[in-house]
């Protein structure tokens, strides 16, 4: 995935800050569900977990890409939105996530967030990382507090990458071979990585909770 060109840190040093940015991310997470109750999502969100996502990598945080920017995504033939959508596009899936809360699970809604944010791509940098966040906001929302045990969703979610761009394409597949514009994409092999990465999550948390001190 291509990001803005300018790095503002060593390029050694991108490892740990992404690191590091990615626990600043949890904890404003933390912050949105148990300290401000929230339960929709919204762009105010969005931003802010892009912000923290690219925080001393990249100078363009919290801001959707422009024109001058040229970004794809490697390895993939999806052909990303112009950047004058995707302010659009982006408030679009925020009020299908926020309107199918009483339809739809959290899971769905979330395997939704995940696939929806990477077709979309909004930001020149860190859109992996700012959805899978956005996704575990989601979840955690549903849930009225953060989820117990480590790693969380985010960080599984990356350790199986293969299985992760697997359940994107099979998305990116159905919504390219469907003849209604408007029907909702099989986002069903994402739901069931998500819920088993869950499931690894909270048995981390079960397994720390149950072993002898």
Known sequence: ????????????????????????????????????GATELRESHVLGLHELAIEGIYPCGGRYRSALQHVTISGSPHKIPEPALVPGLVGETIQWVNDQRLRRSALERAAYVLWRFNWIHPFAGGNGRTSRALTYLVVCMDNGAMLPGTPTMPHLIYDRRDDYIAALQVADESVSSATDPDAVPDVSAMRDLLKDVLTRQLAHAIDRLTAKQ
């Open 1 to 36: 995935m291509a990001a803005e060109s300018v790095l503002l840190c060593d390029p050694a040093d991108k490892a740990a800050r992404e690191a590091a940015n990615g626990v600043r991310q949890l904890e404003y997470i933390d912050e949105l569900v148990s300290e401000h």
